[in-house]
């Protein structure tokens, strides 16, 4: 498929940073930490909230543990491996 084929799926994406970012979301928000930690669900089983809201860290750390205590799922993320 061509690029801009597939780059159609990322116009409702929307881009947020903000220092306080959960306060742009309503109350129905469920952060997802993509990250791997002890309590990390399966990725192959997990079900995406509808109303997700995923957090993604650095590449070279972790998400702070400030924005961890307030998510309520927790998702790793592995490269596809080929």
Known sequence: MPR????KGYRDVRMCPA??????FDGKA??????V?????CLTLFEHPE??????GPEDGSIPKAV??????????LPDIA
């Open 68 to 77: 961890l205590g307030l998510c309520h799922r927790f998702v790793p993320f």
């Open 19 to 24: 220092q306080h970012p959960f306060d742009r």
């Open 30 to 35: 469920v952060p997802v930490a993509i990250e």
């Open 4 to 7: 801009e084929e597939r780059m």
């Open 51 to 56: 109303d997700a809201v995923h957090v993604f």
């Open 37 to 41: 930690r002890q309590q990390s669900e």
